[in-house]
């Protein structure tokens, strides 16, 4: 798990909201599977990653390295919403979150990802997902702002 927030201070440097001129505030949205067809192992992932987040916020949120080198904290909030593992639902739950200005959207599956993967890269929100793969579809446009964080069997055993 550590590896993930990683990957999303990676992908977020810059893109923090401004609360204070003390405090930055990241907003990432969880766009979870608790319905649905795979929701028997999707709501499983999806509580651990938004508990997971949200620990960290209230544990005071995540380091980063600001573009001018020095080391700053901010602060998580957590949205979560249920994407029924469906691409018509999913892609209502991107919308709402980028309305809500989210900054980074994490997600469960290919099916609610690969929907969003197109508008994520047009929008620079990065979103990751996690026991998902990446078609073609996901590699429009560039730069790539979709990424899985979990590889399904096919790309694991045919290297």
């Not at 992908?11 to 969880?30: C, H, R, W």
């Not at 469960?108 to 997902?129: M, R, W």
Request: some cysteine; glycine content about 12%; aromatic content about 14%.
């Amino acid at each position: 798990m550590k590896k993930f927030i990683w990957l999303m201070v990676i992908f977020l440097t810059g893109v923090f909201s401004s609360v204070s001129a003390n405090q930055k505030i990241l907003t990432i949205g969880v766009s979870g599977t608790y319905s649905g067809g795979f929701a028997s192992v999707g709501k499983s992932v999806s509580d651990g990653e938004s508990d997971y987040l949200k620990w960290l916020g209230y544990n005071g949120g995540i380091e980063y390295k600001a573009p001018d080198g020095k080391i700053k904290k901010a602060g998580i909030r957590v949205i979560v919403e249920d994407n029924e593992y469906k691409p018509a639902k999913a892609a209502i739950v991107y919308e709402t979150f980028k309305a809500k200005g989210i900054n980074i959207i994490t997600g469960f599956g290919s099916t609610p990802g690969q929907v969003c993967a197109e508008n994520a890269s047009k929008d620079h929100i990065p979103y990751l997902s996690w026991y998902a793969y990446a078609t073609p579809l996901g590699y429009r446009p560039k730069p790539q702002y979709y990424c899985t964080g979990l590889t399904d069997i096919a790309e694991m055993a045919t290297p």
